[in-house]
């Protein structure tokens, strides 16, 4: 037989664990820390059997932007702080073949200043990653390897409202501590799980079901570039009929309420992706927005009939219709239902199967740990099917007042892989029992008040006495609270005697001690208002009272007390810009090099002792070697606030800088009498346009308009390089290529706005290499503008073609000479320097010398080989001497060539 175990599982807030299925996803988390410090976290929950371990990075880095314009205002790093796996819900049906998840948490402190961080429209925070699972069911996965295919990644994404409000800090956490989905679901079986988070802010959260985002780029794991929104949405396979209105083919299909409870009956067996978006509400305003991926997976369990659960009033044989309402009186004695609750086994009669029984908060919030059942009326039937019922009783005190409140009733087994349940929900009405609230009054059953004033003018020994009464009709025990709005009690000389408490009664006696001369007593706080001219002081406390009813319900009553303390003869001290006088904020903007001046000025009518400081708003003074020394002095002060704002000031990181000046004077009464005046110094990059430069050529060589320019060796290459920027920056011009050519002279130079520098350069025979005698160079010059932030450079390229000096092959030459002839015709054999030789000439003309080609030597030979004549000299001459007439032969050398001929003598 089956044995049934009953158990009552009271949930907190409707929230309660649910058996859900084999996932991959997460969320971000924003929490408020202190201050303007928040600690940024994102679960990722990662697939262990189909996730590749590769895709477990060991810090992520996600960016922050702002909303209304997409400006990317931080980028963050992540580290992993923790890693762990996900256990089963009922760990009897753990099946690691099928489900294994670990959650994986990433980790940061980081600092949002309110300077940066108050845009009204708020910011989102997002990381993309690729890839989702290959084998997903209702949209388009597919592996990136596969060009044809259609794959698909994930952003996590969350928004967050500004840091401050009107000047004031905005304190908000996102909610956090979303449960995972831990189990399977099953083909064709109604499924149902707690995918709500909680507010520590008291938010109200809604949740709907939206497409899941893709990312930019499906192609690659993690992004080349960050992307701000919006962000591409994953594509449903609508081919087979998904989309956001059928996720899982589902009847009822994936929806969830507006608690955050999830439910489905599955059509089919797969792998579903959805997602849910989580909406925070405060006062009725949508103040954030996030984002939550999941998988569920489902398959096809086996049979298992759920059981049935039904109930009724006490001594009622009619089952209760769901819709109806049951009616409790205050004067019911006992406010009961009956439940039963029927179930098959799977296997009978050999199964061992527990069912238990789960109450839940429909329709409101609250622990449901005073319901009280009875099981002495269990009755066990053994036979086809186990009926068993029992009795519960609610309390006499209603969960909501006033209207009627719904309760879930659930029975489920727990059997694997996904337990069968069933449920029925029950509308109540209770009635309240009578009560009649507190009040404030002078006497018991007096006129009710919520309101006191009263005003005081400072003056030695200065004190009142006010007696305060709280009152309840129906003689409940009364509670006092004394709660002051911004300030301290014992500082501005205020305290409450302790209470006397009485039946229907509570009395405590207010004491004001306004005497400023006393040590103790400081009114450096509190709202500062003008009566009659004169300087004031007002505070409020509030006094709450509430009975101690039957119910615990809560109706405080509050007693608005407003006190306020005039200071005839005092004013209040002022501080200015020299130039902006009445200003209470300023702009200005800077870029950097510059410096900042500003006279400041403070002066107090009362000519009291002043003080003139200041302070950074969200920068520290000595961080960015900002000096403005706190100074005092008698009714009047000066003093110059002067900043060098250094060129290393990383305007990636700030590039608004606000400073609060402030004066304090220093009077009997020891007021906080504090004016401020906030500039906020807007900080730019310098202008910095690029510089130019131009080459010209200083001789005859012409410079082409393709910078290039082509002469013959042995002449000389003079060319004029000028640079000009338009800022007033410091420039430099050097010789980047070409400075290391044998013969090339070039100065760099430095200046401001305009500087300039000649090349020179007579090349030689050693510029020709490799056997060719006609080259290319290439000079560089480089005109460097020394912007402090954004230097930027200009170059020019000039290319120089250098040609060797062009040889003639041929040559003109006599070929007799008659040494003792008359009028000296043809007297020598040699050379004469003739640019254009003619037939008539007397000579022997040679090529000219080049780099490719130079003389060497000429021999004269007889007939027999005997060398009469020989020389090295270019400028030789033979004028046949000790020969005979004859015919002789001549070799003329050149390093690359030689000619050769005969020549005659004649006497």
């Known amino acids: 037989m089956k044995r049934y175990v009953f158990l009552l599982l009271v949930l907190l807030a409707g929230k309660f664990s649910a058996f859900a299925s084999h996932i991959v996803g997460g969320e971000f988390e924003l929490l408020h820390v202190q201050d303007f410090r928040y600690r940024l976290n994102m679960i990722l929950y990662f697939d262990e059997l189909n996730g590749e371990p590769g895709a477990k990075d060991s810090q992520v880095t996600v960016y922050i932007y702002r909303k209304s314009d997409n400006a990317q205002m931080r980028v963050i790093t992540l580290s992993l702080v923790e890693d762990e796996l996900v256990p089963y819900s009922n760990v009897a049906c753990t099946d690691d073949d099928e489900l294994v998840t670990s959650k994986i948490i990433y980790s940061a402190n980081i600092t949002l200043p309110g300077v940066d961080f108050s845009d009204p429209e708020g910011y989102y925070v997002s990381w993309e990653r690729c890839c989702r699972n290959y084998s997903i069911t209702n949209i388009f996965s597919d592996d990136p390897a596969d060009a044809s295919g259609t794959s698909a990644g994930q952003t996590f994404y969350l928004e967050f409202p500004p840091v401050t409000r ?44 939206v497409t899941p985002y893709s990312t930019v780029d499906t192609r690659r794991a993690l992004p080349l570039f960050p992307s701000p929104g919006p962000y591409p949405e994953v594509i449903w396979r609508d081919n087979d009929g998904y989309g956001l209105s059928n996720i899982m083919d589902g009847n009822p299909d994936l929806a969830i309420t507006r608690d955050g409870l999830l439910t489905v009956t599955p059509g089919q ?7 849910v978006k989580c909406e925070e509400f405060r006062d009725g305003e949508k ?31 009619v089952f ?35 069912v238990s029984v789960r109450f839940i908060p429909m329709n409101f919030d609250a622990d449901l740990e005073d319901i009280e059942v009875d099981f002495s009326q269990n009755i066990v039937l053994e036979d086809v099917q186990d009926t068993a019922r029992f009795e519960i009783c609610f309390p006499d005190c209603p969960y909501v007042r006033n209207r009627p409140y719904q309760i879930g009733i659930i029975a489920l087994d727990d059997a694997c892989p996904q337990p069968a349940l069933d449920t029925v929900v029950v509308t109540l009405n209770v009635e309240s029992p009578p009560n009649n609230r507190a009040y404030f009054a002078d006497t018991k059953f007096g006129t ?15 004190n009142i006495e006010i007696d305060i009464n709280a009152f309840d009709n129906d003689n409940d025990e009364l509670e006092l609270e004394f709660i002051p709005l911004g300030f301290d009690l014992e500082r501005v000389g205020m305290s409450f005697s302790n209470p006397i408490y009485s039946p229907g009664q509570a009395q405590t006696t207010f004491s004001w001690n306004f005497d400023c001369l006393e040590d103790k007593i400081g009114f450096d706080n509190g709202r500062q208002v003008v009566v009659n001219g004169n300087l004031a002081r007002e505070y409020t406390i509030e006094v709450v009272a509430d009975d101690v009813d039957q119910c615990l319900f809560e109706d405080p009553q509050v007693l608005t007390m407003t006190l306020r303390v005039e200071f005839p003869g005092q004013t209040k001290p002022t501080v200015f810009e020299a130039n902006n006088p009445g200003a209470d904020s300023l702009r200005f903007d800077y870029t950097l090099n510059e410096t900042i001046r500003h006279l400041i000025r403070a002066t107090d009518q009362d000519q009291d002792q002043v003080i003139l400081g200041a302070r950074g708003i969200n920068f520290d003074f000595e961080e960015y070697g900002v000096v403005f020394p706190e100074v005092q002095g008698r009714g009047n002060l000066s003093q110059e606030f002067i900043w060098q704002l250094a060129c290393s000031i990383s305007l990636a990181e700030q590039d608004t800088f606000q400073v609060e000046f402030y004066t ?5 009464c020891k007021l906080t009498n504090r004016d401020t005046l906030v500039i906020d110094f807007l900080v730019s990059p310098p202008p910095s346009t690029p510089p130019e430069i131009s080459v010209s050529s200083l001789n005859n060589l012409r410079l082409t308009n393709e910078d290039s320019i082509s002469f013959i060796i042995g002449n000389e290459l003079r060319l004029n390089i000028e640079g000009v920027e338009f800022e007033g920056d410091s420039l430099e011009l050097f010789l980047l290529e070409g400075g290391d050519l044998p013969g090339v002279e070039f100065e760099a130079v430095k200046g401001v706005r305009q500087v300039s520098s000649g090349l020179s350069w007579i090349p030689d025979c050693s510029v020709f290499t490799g056997g060719e005698y006609s080259e290319s160079f290439e000079f560089t010059f480089v005109l460097w503008d020394k912007n402090c932030y954004l230097p930027q450079y200009d170059t020019a390229r000039v290319t120089v073609h250098v040609e060797d000096v062009p040889q003639r092959r041929e040559f003109a030459i006599t070929n007799i000479i008659t040494p003792k002839s ?21 000579l022997i003309y040679l090529p000219i010398d080049n ?23 270019r400028d030789f001459r033979w004028y046949g001497e000790n020969v005979a007439a004859g015919v002789y032969f001549y070799t003329i050398f050149y390093s690359n060539t030689k000619f050769q001929g005969s020549l005659t003598v004649m006497y």
Request: aromatic content about 12%; charged content about 25%; proline content about 7%.
């Open 166 to 209: 009107d000047g004031e800090p905005f304190v908000n956490s996102t909610p956090r501590l979303f449960p995972p989905l831990r189990d399977f679901g099953c083909r064709g079986r109604f499924y149902f799980a707690d995918f709500g988070g909680v507010d520590d802010d008291g938010d109200s959260l809604a949740y709907t079901m």
């Open 269 to 275: 067996a797969g792998l579903f992706v959805f997602a």
């Open 287 to 317: 103040i954030g927005e996030m984002r939550r991926d999941f998988q569920v997976k489902v398959i096809d369990c086996p049979g298992n009939d759920p059981p049935e659960v039904i109930a009724r009033e006490s001594n009622s044989t």
């Open 320 to 354: 209760y219709q769901e819709g109806n309402v049951i009616n409790f009186q205050v004067t019911d004695t006992a406010k009961c239902i009956d439940v039963l609750v029927t179930d098959v086994p799977v296997n009978p009669p050999d199964s061992l199967e527990s």
């Open 448 to 462: 009710p008040k919520n309101t006191l004033f009263a005003q005081v003018v400072d003056s030695s020994g200065g």
């Open 664 to 668: 304090e004077d220093i009077d009997v």
């Open 822 to 842: 008359s009028p000296d015709l043809n007297d020598y054999f040699g050379y004469y320097t003739i640019s254009n030789p003619t037939e008539e000439d007397r």
């Open 851 to 873: 780099c490719a080609g130079q003389f060497e030597e000429v021999v004269i030979h007889n007939r027999w080989g005997r060398t009469v004549f020989s020389s090295r000299d």
